[in-house]
């Protein structure tokens, strides 16, 4: 038995003995029937958060207005929610207000899934399964707790979570709620943005397979209502080099990029958003497009949808580093500076970034020359990882005279200039790695100080 486990049992336990009725509840009793890994386990039961604070030593109040404390059993957090239904939802987010009631089949009637609506009691391996939940387990069927369209308007994240478990769960969704789910779309709307990515972002780092996710919010119309300037990619076509349309390869990138952290797969989505806009017909090869400047596009356009969904900086800048790069192809004919250029572009994590991205839209392609391709990619990361380790300058910090002594040098202090110095030293370094002694870059420094402020 797991930890985890063990502790919630022993809380149940000592629920029992006072006289309360208390279950595993949600997630962790879907996962462990479906013999999948379990996330974090909720304990429901009939105790008010008050009796939870007077029967345990060591109680967190974590979200007191909605019921839940969080009880230490040994160093184990476990949440514990007082028995709930909740009132209206009118603005969508959030239950205006919850009631806390005495039997588990009231609770279990306020959640969104039969698959999480399952109550399971470890003392006495007894279930409360009032919807059916085990049967859709068994038969991988991802259903609403009532009437779907119901649910889904009170709170209509729940149109994501749907998608959500359906992708990471591999459930078939029920066509009543297959429905449900195509009419309220629009709903989605009306949804804090920072739910939307939270939810986005489990579909892209819980399953092998995230495309089915985006598959079915096309097919369910939910993506022109979340990402929007997705729709143009569907149906684009490409050319010899490329089996599929602008949207299935990137689906099929999408599935090759490593799962976490996300950013890798929201630069998937994101890399060719701008082809649709600079499509134009080959000249000489008919049928086929070329998109010249493309990868510019999508960066204005991952720009923006990662303003409307809030990325941090961190992540947007990730994700722009590998849209921006992912169509630079080093090859036999370049010479040593030209490496050295990009590796100055790809600094810290970019470089492995700029790779690991890299195969995974080779292998988006889906022609029949992919193990070709990907053996030349191994041939672009051993040739720059070569010049990497030769060590030479690539940095500001790496040349051989400092800020400090540049600002002696000018006799001035800090400024713009400074920058802008160091730059083109700089550029001379990585063109040429001999540059790099302190006379040489002393004496580039006075000419170009000679130049700029002439007095
Ligand atoms: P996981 O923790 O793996 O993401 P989960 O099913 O445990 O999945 P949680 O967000 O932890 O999801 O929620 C716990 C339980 O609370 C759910 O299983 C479900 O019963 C209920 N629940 C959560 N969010 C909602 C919602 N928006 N509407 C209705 N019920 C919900
Ligand atoms: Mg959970």
Request: charged residues 30%.
């Amino acid at each position: 038995m797991s930890t985890v486990l063990q502790a919630a049992s022993e809380l149940l336990e000592r629920l029992a003995q006072a006289g309360y009725k208390g279950f595993i509840v949600g997630g962790f009793v879907r996962d462990r029937l479906m013999k999948r890994p379990t996330g974090d386990l909720d304990i429901a039961s009939s105790a008010t958060p008050q009796e939870i604070i007077e029967l345990f030593d060591r109680v967190h109040p974590t979200g007191l207005g909605h019921g839940t404390v969080t009880v230490m059993v040994g160093d184990l957090p476990i949440e514990h929610t007082t028995f709930r239904t909740e009132g209206t939802y009118s603005d969508h987010r959030r239950p205006d207000s919850v009631q806390f009631v005495t039997e588990i089949e009231d609770d279990l009637a306020r959640r969104d899934f039969t698959v999480n609506a399952i109550a399971w009691n470890p003392l006495a391996d007894s279930y409360v399964d009032p919807f059916g939940g085990r049967q859709d387990v068994h038969q991988s069927r991802l259903r609403a707790v009532g009437s779907p369209r119901d649910r889904l308007q009170e709170d209509a994240l729940r149109i994501l979570r749907a998608i959500r478990f359906a992708t990471t769960h591999d459930f078939e969704l029920d066509m009543e709620l297959r429905h449900a789910l195509a009419a309220t779309a629009h709903k989605l709307k009306e949804i804090a943005v920072e739910r939307i990515e939270n939810e986005l972002d489990k579909i892209l780092s819980r399953s092998s397979h995230p495309s089915r996710g985006f598959r079915l919010m096309h097919e369910l119309n939910l993506l022109e209502v979340i990402l929007p300037e997705f729709i143009p990619m569907i149906g684009q076509r490409q050319n010899r080099h490329h089996a599929h349309d602008v949207w299935d390869h990137t689906l099929q990138v999408l599935d090759a990029c490593p799962a976490e952290p996300t950013d890798f797969r929201w630069a998937a989505l994101f890399h060719d958003l701008g082809k649709p806009l600079t499509a134009e017909p080959h000249p000489n090869q008919q049928g086929d497009f070329r998109f010249f400047g493309h990868e510019k596009v999508s960066l204005q356009i991952s720009g923006d949808i990662g303003k409307r969904l809030k990325f941090s900086k961190a992540r947007q800048r990730r994700v722009d580093q590998m849209i921006a790069h992912h169509m630079v192809h080093p090859t036999n004919d370049w010479g040593d500076s030209a490496i050295r250029r990009l590796l100055r572009k790809l600094p810290g994590e970019d470089l492995d970034d700029y790779l690991t991205f890299k195969r995974a839209d080779v292998t988006g392609k889906g022609t029949d020359d992919v193990n070709t391709l990907l053996e030349q990619v191994d041939r672009i990361e051993e040739r720059l990882r070569r010049e990497q380790a030769l060590g030479h300058a690539l940095q500001r910090r790496d040349l051989a005279i400092d800020s400090h002594d540049l600002m002696t040098l000018a006799s001035r202090p800090g400024g713009p200039w400074l920058g802008a110095l160091q730059e083109v030293l700089l550029e001379a370094v990585v063109e040429d790695p001999s540059f790099n002694q302190r006379e040489r870059l002393e004496s580039m420094a006075r000419t170009w100080l000679a130049n700029h402020f002439t007095s």
